[in-house]
């Protein structure tokens, strides 16, 4: 991880502490051992098929939080911000485990989804809260940092010049 990066995770962790603490809860210790950046295209061809839609993973069995790259966004501070803040999201939801008679240990509940053995429910509704959360953090308080306005900035420049010449074509 650079120095720009540990910045980056850094004011993620801290904001979602803040955010954790606002609503009653006890915010998790968390640092960058608990975090891998992972570039696409490092993955085994099998694991780049399986995640080629997914900007990150939080795995409550290992209790550590992926997130991924590629080569043309692997420098945006505001991609870093919104992915790490996301899952450090879900690191924190509300979560519970059942152990069954095997005593095999699996999660029965993370934030709003309940596991079951033949899939999830809910899952929808947990992404939706914890991305409308994230977007709180990140467009609301980060985006107006010192330390990250201008980034913020040149990407709505860049997005609104996308729009302009895709209005052209
Ligand atoms: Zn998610």
């Known amino acids: 991880m650079t120095p ?3 910045e980056v995770v850094g004011a993620a962790f801290a904001s979602v502490n803040k955010t954790v603490s606002r609503y009653g809860g006890r915010p998790l210790p968390l640092d ?17 098929t399986e ?11 290992s209790q550590e939080m992926f997130v991924l790259f590629s080569e ?6 505001p991609k ?18 059942s152990v069954s008679a095997d005593r095999v240990i699996r999660p029965r509940h993370e934030g709003m989804m309940l596991m079951q053995k ?12 914890t991305e409308r959360m994230t977007m709180s953090i ?11 306005r201008d980034d913020f900035t040149r990407r709505q420049e860049l997005m609104a ?9």
């Open 138 to 148: 990140v467009e609301d308080r980060l985006a107006n940092d010192e330390n990250f």
């Open 80 to 97: 870093l911000l919104r992915r790490v803040v996301h899952e450090s999201l879900h690191f924190n939801s509300f979560q519970s485990i």
């Open 51 to 61: 995640f080629a839609g997914t900007s990150g993973l939080y795995n409550s069995n």
């Open 4 to 6: 720009e990066q540990r």
């Open 32 to 48: 960058t051992s608990h975090l891998h950046l992972v570039m696409r295209s490092d993955l085994p061809d099998d694991e780049r």
């Open 72 to 77: 043309e966004d692997a420098n945006s501070k």
């Open 161 to 169: 010049s996308a729009i302009i010449d895709s209005a052209r074509e």
């Open 118 to 129: 033949d899939g999830y429910i809910g899952s929808w509704l947990d992404e939706a809260i």
